[in-house]
């Protein structure tokens, strides 16, 4: 499977690149998470983090279909 | 109206759509730049946003927002880019029949779009160093 992954904040920084593509035998976000995190060196732990597929907020246990944009949202510090 | 913004926050303009014949009461708050967080000089931020994102979950803010309280007009705007001190970073306001509503509506949007919507903030020192802030209120040393 491809992703298209973005990455914002520190998740931007420790990977290195804002977006990537990313070919995965991962069906799920949370298996997939744990992946790159191995990768880039992410130290968040997914409770600190929500999760967006194509533009919306999903849940840890979504599956992914080919293609699909896949966003790790670091804690939020607007305002 | 939420919207993500590039260019510098037009309130006049901002204030110009919350008029309403209705409206006896108009509350606006401002976020600024400020120059110290958690003890240590800043002078500067810089604000991210997932744009599509962050523009659907505030547009949900402001109709939650419209379902709580008895407004007549919303307005949120959030910056991102560069800004430095002084800048307006965020701005919000509500006009309603009544303070009591404007007041209150502007202070749950705030709140919430502080909570939850995508957009994150980096903090320049004055020592040079900078950081993503989290929202526990510490400031990052990376």
Same mark, same amino acid.
């Given at each position: 499977?491809?992703?298209?992954?973005?990455?914002?904040?520190?998740?931007?920084?420790?990977? !290195?690149?804002?977006?990537?593509? +990313?070919?995965?035998?991962?069906?799920? +976000?949370?298996?997939?998470? *744990?992946?790159?995190?191995?990768?880039?060196?992410?130290?968040?732990?997914?409770?600190?983090?929500?999760?967006?597929?194509? !533009?919306?907020?999903?849940?840890?246990?979504?599956?992914?279909?080919?293609?699909?944009? +896949? +966003?790790?949202?670091?804690?939020? *510090? !607007? !305002? | 109206?939420?919207?993500?913004?590039?260019?510098?926050?037009?309130?006049?303009?901002?204030?110009?759509?919350?008029?309403?014949?209705?409206?006896?009461?108009?509350?606006?708050?401002?976020?600024?730049?400020?120059?110290?967080?958690?003890?240590?000089?800043?002078?500067?931020?810089?604000?991210?946003?997932?744009?599509?994102?962050?523009?659907?979950?505030?547009?949900?803010?402001?109709?939650?927002?419209?379902?709580?309280?008895?407004?007549?007009?919303?307005?949120?705007?959030?910056?991102?880019?560069?800004?430095?001190?002084?800048?307006?970073?965020?701005?919000?306001?509500?006009?309603?029949?009544?303070?009591?509503?404007?007041?209150?509506?502007?202070?749950?949007?705030?709140?919430?779009?502080?909570?939850?919507?995508?957009?994150?903030?980096?903090?320049?020192?004055?020592?040079?160093?900078?950081?993503?802030?989290?929202?526990?209120?510490?400031?990052?040393?990376?």
């Amino acid at each position: 499977m491809n992703y298209r992954l973005l990455y914002f904040a520190s998740l931007c920084d420790a990977a !290195g690149c804002a977006e990537e593509q +990313v070919a995965s035998d991962a069906l799920d +976000v949370s298996t997939l998470y *744990s992946e790159l995190a191995v990768r880039h060196g992410f130290t968040f732990t997914p409770d600190r983090l929500r999760v967006a597929v194509n !533009g919306a907020f999903t849940d840890w246990n979504r599956r992914l279909a080919d293609n699909d944009e +896949v +966003v790790f949202l670091p804690p939020v *510090s !607007g !305002g | 109206m939420f919207a993500i913004s590039e260019a510098p926050i037009d309130v006049v303009r901002l204030q110009r759509g919350l008029e309403a014949d209705g409206a006896g009461a108009v509350v606006c708050f401002e976020g600024r730049v400020r120059n110290y967080n958690d003890g240590r000089a800043v002078n500067g931020l810089s604000y991210q946003a997932y744009i599509e994102l962050a523009e659907a979950e505030g547009r949900r803010i402001v109709e939650e927002a419209r379902g709580r309280f008895e407004v007549e007009r919303i307005s949120c705007v959030h910056r991102v880019g560069d800004l430095a001190l002084g800048d307006i970073a965020v701005w919000a306001g509500v006009s309603a029949a009544h303070r009591a509503a404007a007041f209150d509506a502007c202070r749950f949007i705030i709140d919430q779009v502080k909570a939850r919507v995508p957009i994150w903030k980096r903090e320049h020192y004055v020592d040079g160093v900078s950081g993503w802030l989290h929202p526990d209120g510490t400031s990052v040393t990376r």
